[in-house]
């Protein structure tokens, strides 16, 4: 066994390979230090050399559950790499299951955090995950399928469903996807999502990421489907409609009358983010005559000093605000938020002084920019933030009844729009039992 492992690993300098004797065998073993934990010397080092019993080995060898037969050599550069320790004895191979965890208890939330629910969320670690998973959904008929993708990165991926609720057509088609799936680096749901995608250029997202286990438990019993990867933090849940993106983690903690506002104070945020810039460019450019005449002339007031047009006004402040928003992400936490926050004052201030932008422009900018953060999905909230230039582009051209026209063409895009099957605009996402039609198939 050492000599074809050394060969497979022939430049592998921390590939650690000895033959050991205790009087009674000679058991070659071999395996990486960095991969694996403190296992190795507990469940098999300390049996087989200090307190032998031949009996005993033989039994832990057969019965013990991190034991298992390795008669395929075509397998032994895998086990290595995921942690394995390799072993002979008596011409048999077996391999050690004592690969290292980094993660031993459960990430805080980042990006969906909550006031009311849980504050525990995923990690890299796919068991870790799991477990967080079946602690929240703890019923027999969780299903998980294990794959793996990535021709050099090897990832561990888990497909999981309540056998119940699942359509069998739906998982009929996730597992043809899954098939034609292929990589060779796969590190991150982001990646997945995009191959689980039918069409890559679409808009809008057609699964979700969330971070969170709970959410994930809500959504398996809905008879959703989740994907969980090995070394990401984030799982994937499908099919998804447009109402499951605007959904807020509070909003299932929180009383019904309260739950119902903040979801229309979001709509209504993603009306205002998309519309309001090209509405300022049409109303000031083409359609002053919308407005009451005091707010025209207040508007046509606070403009007076500007010395070109609102297009070109609008175009700043936006870049601005972008601008930004790339630079929170890419500063140090410690600082991201207050740098950003004070940059945006001083900047619009001396822009508005300068007489770069009006006032009204100001407002608009910050209204848009609020509207924009108050959209619970990231993914979601990007598609948003870059449909409005769309919307600011016709508004140059056509005045309101080009947004019109192009708001209606959004519509008829979201209502031809499908998640594996699943309407993107359906009201009602409707749990049914499956479980007969399941074992048919």
């Not at 307190?51 to 550069?77: H, N, T």
Request: with cysteine.
């Amino acid at each position: 066994m050492l000599e074809q492992i050394q060969r497979q690993f022939k430049d592998a300098t921390d590939l650690f390979t000895t033959t050991l004797d205790n009087g009674y065998w000679r058991m070659e073993l071999a395996y990486f230090p960095a991969l694996c934990d403190e296992r190795i010397k507990d469940g098999l080092l300390v049996p087989f050399s200090y307190r032998f019993d031949p009996d005993e080995f033989r039994r832990m060898l057969r019965s013990f559950p991190k034991y298992d037969v390795a008669d395929d050599p075509a397998k032994w550069d895998s086990l290595l790499l995921k942690g394995f320790v390799l072993i002979e004895l008596d011409g048999v191979c077996y391999s050690f299951k004592s690969d290292r965890s980094l993660f031993t208890q459960p990430d805080q939330t980042q990006l969906e955090s909550s006031l009311l629910g849980p504050q525990s969320a995923f990690t890299e670690d796919l068991d870790l995950n799991m477990y967080m998973l079946r602690k929240r959904y703890n019923v027999p008929e969780m299903t998980a399928e294990p794959y793996e993708k990535g021709t050099l990165s090897r990832t561990a991926i888990f497909v999981v469903y309540d056998r119940r609720f699942v359509n069998p057509q739906l998982l009929k088609m996730l597992r043809s996807q899954m098939d034609k799936i292929d990589f060779d680096l796969l590190q991150s749901s982001g990646q997945m999502s995009k191959k689980l995608t039918d069409n890559s250029h679409r808009f809008f997202p057609t699964i979700l990421q969330t971070e969170r286990p709970d959410h994930v438990a809500k959504m398996l019993g809905r008879g959703k489907i989740a994907v969980l990867l090995n070394g990401s933090r984030f799982a994937l849940i499908l099919p998804v409609r447009l109402f499951d993106f605007m959904f807020a983690t509070d909003d299932d903690y929180e009383s019904f009358w309260i739950s119902w506002f903040l979801i229309g104070l979001r709509y209504i945020a993603v009306f205002l983010t998309i519309v309001l810039p090209a509405s300022y460019i049409a109303i000031v450019s083409y359609n002053p005559e919308i407005f009451r005449v005091q707010l025209a002339f207040t508007i046509d007031g606070s403009r007076a000093a500007v010395p070109y047009p609102s297009f070109i006004e609008v175009a700043l402040m936006l870049f601005i605000v972008e601008a930004l928003y790339e630079a929170s992400i890419r500063l140090p936490r410690v600082v991201g938020s207050t740098a950003t926050t004070v940059g945006g004052l001083i900047l619009g201030q001396a822009a508005q002084q300068a007489g770069l932008v009006s006032s009204i422009m100001i407002i608009v900018t910050s209204v848009v920019a609020i509207s924009n953060y108050l959209i619970p999905n990231s993914a979601f909230s990007q598609s948003i933030r870059l449909l409005k230039y769309g919307f600011v582009a016709i508004a140059i051209v056509f005045g309101i009844s080009g947004i019109v026209v192009l708001f209606f063409a959004m519509i008829v895009y979201l209502c031809q729009l499908r998640s594996y099957g699943e309407p993107y605009l359906s009201l009602f996402s409707e749990r049914r039992q499956h479980e007969s039609s399941l074992g048919k198939s």
